[in-house]
């Protein structure tokens, strides 16, 4: 992908919502029969409870970073090199830049891809953006994208009527929803959920996401 197509179609994305993610092509093209349940929802159609749920469960420094969690990724460089299950590091706009331009493959030439993805999405779209389309395409179950979605099939109602407690725990099923599954929730899931609300209360509250419901 040139330099000049890949920014006009993130250009493009800051206004129109993605038709569909590289995720979706991946995961179409490798199973046969793969259906896909996506549903966008503008943000503000959507309870602010579910992306504080979300930053709260997967990245709270999120309204802060520059699209990286320095931090996080020495400790996880610390914490791999003996480690026989790795840690991530990813942020929220890591993941948006990954899961929605690029194929979930391995390779240091997609890894840099996604950091430019990164900071093209931080520059051009900002935050009230990136968090819109990554509740919007990511993966909550199999073959399901999105919290409307989501919402749909594992609580009957839209992402609007979502309770806070309904949010938190969509938001343990990541980041492997196939395994942590919406429909029957392990105990696990609804342990980390009470710790999900707990870091919600932590971060602030759904105020410190006002400027984007006004």
Avoid: C
Wanted: avoid cysteine; charged fraction near 25%.
């Amino acid at each position: 992908m040139s330099i000049l197509l890949s920014v006009g179609v993130v250009v493009l994305y800051k206004y129109v919502a993605p038709p569909i993610s590289g995720m979706m092509v991946y995961k179409w093209w490798e199973q046969e029969n793969y259906s896909i349940d996506y549903r966008w929802k503008s943000l503000q159609e959507i309870d602010p409870s579910v992306p504080l749920a979300f930053m709260a469960s997967e990245d709270q420094k999120f309204l802060n970073h520059n699209g990286f969690d320095i931090v996080a990724i020495r400790k996880a460089i610390e914490t791999n090199k003996d480690a026989k299950k790795k840690r991530g590091a990813s942020t929220i706009s890591q993941q948006v830049a990954k899961n929605v331009f690029l194929l979930p493959t391995r390779s240091y030439f997609r890894k840099g891809l996604e950091v430019y993805f990164t900071f093209l999405i931080e520059f051009v779209w900002g935050k009230e953006r990136i968090m819109e389309v990554y509740i919007n395409v990511v993966e909550l179950g199999e073959g399901v994208y999105g919290i409307e979605a989501a919402s749909q099939n594992y609580f009957k109602k839209s992402a609007s009527k979502l309770s806070r407690i309904e949010a938190a725990l969509v938001a343990t099923s990541l980041p492997n929803p196939l395994f942590y599954s919406l429909a029957k929730p392990k105990a696990y899931m609804q342990k980390r959920k009470l710790w999900v609300l707990r870091q919600m209360n932590n971060l602030g509250g759904e105020g410190i996401l006002s400027e984007w419901y006004e």
